[in-house]
């Protein structure tokens, strides 16, 4: 065998090994890649269930502020002729106003391992990824904002000393107990009507700022199928 077909033969074999070693290196780096890219998936899919849960209560938190705001506004608007004619509606509304009161609680875990795993950086719909750091940089600001409301507003006994607390029942999805108006009592006064419309438009701000969160999650479950089904 001459030279050249000796050079050529090992420069073929060269060849070979190299292109062998690449598409060793090449699938390996892809089994990579597709086994966290199903951490990704399911890690997303795990959050996914987390906000859904996060959902539900955002949902009942709505509805009792939302409630609390209204009947606060029915007091200041109407309260007057509800003592003259209907105590037991106007106990039901206030009671209900002073006991609403909520825990915003949320679930961060499944977010934070999927960020400091790195896997975050799989997501290719950069929309997820916005929305997904506001909504948990927002968290402790709703928590705050609950801690205050329920620090300023919960333990009223100004307004309470005109409830029968001997007279209460509990409200249907409300851990709170409605009560009748004492019938001994005086009509609240006007400082006190004044809290009461504080207190309704804090319901009414709280509320608002909840349903700006719900439409956060609503917005990121899209986003997330979106993710997982490309």
């Known amino acids: 065998m001459n030279m050249k077909k000796l050079a050529l033969r090992y420069s073929l074999e060269f060849i070979v ?5 690449s598409i060793s ?8 890649l ?5 951490l990704k998936n399911v890690s997303l899919s795990k959050l996914k269930d987390n906000i859904n849960e996060e959902i539900d209560g955002l949902i009942f938190d709505i509805k009792v502020h939302s409630n609390a705001s209204r009947y606060g506004d029915i007091i200041y608007e109407r309260g007057e002729d509800l003592y003259k004619q209907n105590k037991d ?3 039901f509304y206030l009671s209900y106003l002073i006991n609403a009161a909520t825990i915003y609680v949320d679930n961060n875990e499944e977010y934070s391992s999927l960020k400091n795993s790195g896997l975050i950086e799989l997501i290719e719909n950069r929309k ?8 948990y940089s927002q968290h402790n600001y709703y928590k705050d904002v609950g801690a205050m409301f329920t620090e300023l507003y919960y333990d009223n006994n100004s307004l309470r000393k005109y409830l029968d607390s001997k007279n209460r029942k509990i409200h249907w999805g409300l851990a709170a107990y409605s009560t009748s108006y004492k019938s001994n009592m005086k009509y609240i ?4 009507i004044n809290m009461v419309s504080s207190k309704s438009i804090l319901h009414k701000l709280y509320s608002n700022l909840l349903r700006k969160a719900l439409k956060t999650d609503s917005l990121i479950l899209k986003e997330i199928s979106k993710e997982i089904n490309q």
């Open 89 to 91: 509606s106007l106990g």
């Open 189 to 192: 006064n006007d400082i006190e």
């Open 25 to 32: 290196f090449y699938l390996e780096k892809q089994n990579a």
């Open 128 to 135: 997820l990824v916005s929305l997904l750091q506001n909504k």
């Open 17 to 21: 090994i190299v292109f062998g070693i």
């Open 34 to 38: 597709s086994y966290k890219e199903d």
